[in-house]
């Protein structure tokens, strides 16, 4: 083989290297979950948000069926999984999270403390509240650059009908969390859960509490 | 008039030239160095950055100097194929060489271990190896240092103010001029709390309790971060401290702690290291 032909077979190499990088960068680029737009008009100009968590995502909607996870639902009424909301900016938010999953306890205690909504409260099952027993936590809905943290009560182990897959019906045993914020100025502001609820993960903070589209996400304020 | 040796002559182009950088350096460079003024152990370390930056501009200019005469002055004229003259050695160069770098690295040896032993800069208190205050000592002593004990947890710091009746907030609120007892832990992974303008960082790992020391002297805004990676969002651990007046710090106290009382019943008794039950998922 010339010279001139090792040359251009180590060029070729490289160039094919480059495409296959290429790819893998564009792939882990365009993986995760797609933004959704979730939000249906509330009074006033504000937003309704709806979400739900379940101790087991399904088949249905997810590849990891075990996995614990958000759910959200979109204006034509379907649940969708997604964790990265576009939501407007300025914007009183009116969020009502359906809570499916049993209790695990929150790591920190602190954090079963209700901050950052309107009032620094939340209803649960109707009834006001600004902080919940920590080991009643099932998971939490956290804004930190907000300052925004709603722990969210978890269903008991011996209440009758309860979920097995999500996106799991009204009518099985849930129960029902709502409080409203207000969304900042445009940006991109991280969400996550607080409470160690990855079953099976070393310290209950691997697989889908690391894993964007389970129990973290983005809200993308435009 | 005796003419200058070689020697001689880069001596006095190395003083006329360190002349310049050192005046140069000291004007424009040393007030931006890291980590800026904002602390006691912020200004130490800047020093330290300052020295270190003249001395090394002093070697610098010697190297430069020496290799820019060299090429100069030594450089071959005329093409040719012969070898060059012969390196015997040169005594005085090699006393010189080895006297000039021995004075330096045991300059920079004194002045380290001085700065290490006046506790200068490390975070690390009074002493390097500086004990806790005990509960009795607080007591007793006429400025204690405050003591706020910092919580790392996948993806945020909390803080627990131990010496305002140990309440937990989100917020890092310190009173300017007056030494900070920062206990530094973790409840999952091994996180950083760093603090880059006060000259802080200390390691928070799960089930110890690292002790670190500052005493910021501006108020103002401080930006704080993790510095360690931890997960998913270790980008996004990040949050803005404030160092406030003294009486302004009173007030954050009171407020605060009211608006977290309905949660610190729940708050373990403080330790310096947490073993927090579930580890693990219940399910």
Known sequence: MSLLQKLAAIAAALVVAGVLIGFYIVDILMAGPKALRPGTPGPNGSVNLTIQTVAAAGSTLTANPSWVSYFVRDPSNQWRHSTIWTLPAHTLVHVTVYQFDGDSGLRNPFLAKVRGTVGNSMTVNGKAMNVLNPDDASHTFAIPQLGLIVPLKGVADNAPNQCDFGPCALSTAHQTITFSFYTPKKGRYRWQCFVPCAAGFLAGFGGPMQTLGYMDGFLNVV | ?283
């Open chain 2, 1 to 283: 008039m005796r003419r200058l040796g070689h020697f001689e002559r880069v001596i006095v182009i190395w003083l006329v030239v360190s002349a310049i950088a050192m005046t140069l350096v000291a004007i424009f460079l040393t007030p931006i160095l890291p980590p800026g003024n904002g602390g006691a152990e912020a200004s130490s370390q800047r020093f330290d950055n300052e020295v270190l930056t003249l001395v090394s501009t002093l070697v610098c200019a010697l190297i430069f100097v020496y290799f820019g005469y060299v090429l100069i002055v030594f450089r071959q004229r005329r093409a040719t194929d012969g070898d060059g003259p012969p390196i015997r050695g040169h005594a005085r160069a090699q006393l010189v060489w080895v006297v000039t770098t021995t004075v330096t690295v045991l300059f920079l040896a004194a002045f380290g271990t001085y700065e290490l032993l006046g506790g200068a800069g490390g975070g690390q208190g009074a002493k390097p190896v500086f004990k806790s205050f005990s509960s009795d000592q607080l007591v007793s002593a006429k400025d204690p240092p405050l003591q706020v004990q910092v919580i790392a947890q996948q993806w945020q710091f909390t803080y627990r103010y131990v010496s305002n009746g140990g309440f937990e907030s989100a917020q890092f609120v310190l009173p300017a001029n007056r030494q900070v007892e920062l206990h530094v832990t973790s409840l999952d992974v091994i996180h950083s709390f760093w603090i880059p303008s006060l000259g802080v960082k200390a390691d928070a790992n799960p089930g110890f309790d690292n002790i670190a020391y500052l005493t910021p002297t501006k108020v103002g805004n401080v930006r704080i971060q993790c510095a360690e990676l931890c997960g998913l969002f270790h980008g996004y651990m990040f949050d803005t401290g404030r160092i406030v007046s003294p009486s302004a710090f009173a007030a954050f106290v009171k407020s605060q702690s009211q608006f977290v009382s309905p949660v610190t019943k729940y708050l373990p008794s403080f330790s310096g290291k947490y073993l927090p039950d579930p580890a693990f998922r219940a399910g």
